[in-house]
């Protein structure tokens, strides 16, 4: 689901490996376990043909070293929808699946969904050409990367003023409609296992009721084995969901990306609109000086009549000064307007790549996941069929 037409991804092949779990101290110095995920890159054109492909080069990266990439790119462009990570902690799971964090199968899912993050900023056209990206796949810079933070989230976000509405209305309605279908889901998969393994009941029943009749014991033990293999066969069903469940998931965790560029347009516009206020503020208090007219209650108006107006010289000095004022006032706000623009520009153009991103990927998790279920239909049709053949040959 991954496009691999970028430069990047025609330099390198990048793979989250394989996942190990460690025990160490924290920074309070108390003893915790811990996964650690094994990164290989190496380069695209290191097979020659007939060869051996040459060794990767690797390093160990903890799920937060992840979080912490993902925060600085977040923080580096936030006219960019950043992909997002696998959940830290399982969500949305039918309850014969574990949610504990160092399960097999959730580690597991975690790896591949790290691999994808790591292939979707690799086959973005500005991600991809990042230096810290770079070097987290190639260096241990943890701390170059949480300087930058640090540097960087001074401009904090904050959620203050009006656009980018549709948007972000759509990101709250998706968020919405992908929680729920991960919960009927959840909840479809629950009562899915019941109904498999109960059909286990019949394996029983027609192999002790094979164990009484001469005539017919063949071809209720037949049937029997029939229906026990129908009900051993959801946990490999299941686990085959779960990947479908996963991809959903990645768009659930998308809508806070879309939401953060909103913000980050709301600043900005908020930031417009208040110099564009200071302007006009100077520029009144310049018509003011010049016309000699108060129109609102000020302490420099009440001075002035109590202990007289001010000087020729003091008046043109002040003039002089707000004109001054009034000239940054004017720069600052063509500077926020055109800021602003190109941040909508490039978001803009952002969002329609990711638009035909979702639409792709949904689509076809959407149809893999429909062909799973008639084919689960299908093996269901095909034990009924084979135990009503049982069932003519008794």
Same mark, same amino acid.
């Given at each position: 689901?991954v496009e691999?037409?970028?430069?990047?991804?025609?330099?390198m092949?990048?793979?989250?490996?394989?996942?190990?779990?460690?025990?160490?101290?924290?920074?309070?110095?108390?003893?915790?376990?811990?996964?650690?995920?094994?990164?290989?890159?190496?380069p695209?054109?290191?097979?020659?043909?007939?060869?051996?492909?040459?060794?990767?080069?690797?390093?160990?990266?903890?799920?937060?070293?992840?979080?912490?990439?993902?925060?600085?790119?977040?923080?580096?462009?936030?006219?960019?929808?950043?992909?997002?990570?696998?959940?830290?902690?399982?969500?949305?799971?039918?309850?014969?699946?574990?949610?504990?964090?160092?399960?097999?199968?959730?580690?597991?899912?975690?790896?591949?969904?790290?691999?994808?993050?790591?292939?979707?900023?690799?086959?973005?056209?500005?991600?991809?050409?990042?230096k810290?990206?770079?070097?987290?796949?190639?260096e241990?810079?943890?701390?170059?990367?949480?300087?930058?933070?640090?540097?960087?989230?001074?401009?904090?976000?904050?959620?203050?003023?009006?656009?980018?509405?549709?948007?972000?209305?759509?990101?709250?309605?998706?968020?919405?409609?992908?929680?729920?279908?991960?919960?009927?889901?959840?909840?479809?998969?629950?009562?899915?296992?019941?109904v498999?393994?109960v059909?286990?009941?019949?394996?029983?029943?027609?192999?002790?009721?094979?164990?009484?009749?001469?005539?017919?014991?063949?071809?209720?033990?037949?049937?029997?084995?029939?229906? #026990?293999?129908?009900? =051993?066969?959801?946990? @490999? %069903?299941?686990?085959?969901? &779960?990947?479908?469940?996963?991809? +959903?998931? $990645?768009?659930?965790?998308?809508?806070?990306?879309?939401?953060?560029?909103?913000?980050?347009?709301?600043l900005?516009?908020?930031?417009?609109?208040?110099?564009?206020?200071?302007?006009?503020?100077?520029?009144q208090?310049?018509?003011?000086?010049?016309?000699?007219?108060?129109?609102?209650f000020?302490?420099?108006?009440?001075?002035?009549?109590?202990?007289?107006?001010?000087?020729?010289e003091?008046?043109?000095?002040?003039?002089?000064?707000?004109?001054?004022?009034?000239?940054?006032?004017?720069?600052?706000?063509?500077?926020?307007?055109?800021?602003?623009? #190109?941040?909508?520009? =490039?978001?803009?153009? @952002? %969002?329609e790549?990711?638009? &035909?991103?979702?639409?792709?990927? +949904?689509? $076809?998790?959407?149809?893999?996941?429909?062909?799973?279920?008639?084919s689960?239909?299908?093996?269901?049709?095909?034990?009924?069929?084979?135990?009503?053949?049982?069932?003519?040959?008794?």
């Open positions: 689901m691999r037409g970028t430069s990047l991804l025609k330099k092949e990048i793979s989250v490996a394989e996942a190990e779990k460690r025990t160490g101290k924290n920074t309070v110095n108390m003893q915790e376990t811990y996964t650690v995920y094994l990164i290989e890159i190496r695209a054109e290191s097979v020659t043909e007939g060869g051996t492909p040459a060794a990767p080069d690797t390093l160990w990266r903890r799920y937060s070293e992840f979080e912490l990439l993902r925060t600085y790119l977040l923080v580096t462009y936030p006219y960019i929808i950043i992909p997002p990570l696998p959940e830290k902690r399982a969500e949305f799971v039918w309850h014969k699946l574990s949610a504990d964090n160092l399960d097999p199968d959730f580690v597991e899912r975690r790896r591949v969904g790290l691999e994808n993050f790591l292939l979707r900023v690799a086959s973005h056209h500005v991600l991809s050409n990042d810290i990206f770079f070097l987290f796949l190639t241990v810079c943890r701390q170059k990367i949480a300087h930058l933070w640090g540097k960087k989230l001074l401009l904090t976000f904050v959620l203050l003023y009006r656009r980018f509405t549709a948007l972000k209305q759509y990101s709250d309605e998706l968020n919405t409609v992908v929680s729920q279908l991960l919960r009927v889901r959840a909840r479809v998969a629950d009562r899915l296992y019941g498999y393994k059909h286990g009941n019949y394996g029983r029943v027609f192999s002790e009721w094979s164990a009484i009749e001469r005539e017919m014991g063949d071809g209720l033990q037949s049937a029997g084995h029939h229906m #026990d293999t129908y009900a =051993a066969s959801i946990d @490999d %069903i299941l686990e085959e969901e &779960e990947h479908y469940a996963d991809q +959903l998931k $990645e768009y659930l965790f998308y809508t806070d990306a879309v939401r953060s560029v909103c913000k980050k347009h709301e900005m516009q908020y930031e417009l609109e208040m110099a564009s206020q200071d302007l006009a503020y100077k520029k208090q310049k018509e003011e000086l010049v016309t000699g007219t108060v129109r609102v000020s302490l420099k108006g009440m001075t002035s009549k109590l202990f007289g107006s001010e000087t020729q003091q008046r043109e000095s002040r003039l002089s000064a707000i004109e001054q004022s009034i000239e940054e006032g004017v720069e600052a706000v063509m500077e926020k307007n055109t800021e602003c623009r #190109d941040f909508v520009s =490039a978001a803009w153009e @952002d %969002i790549r990711f638009k &035909e991103q979702k639409d792709k990927d +949904l689509r $076809e998790a959407l149809i893999s996941y429909a062909i799973m279920q008639i689960m239909c299908k093996k269901g049709i095909q034990v009924w069929s084979n135990a009503k053949d049982c069932f003519n040959k008794m």
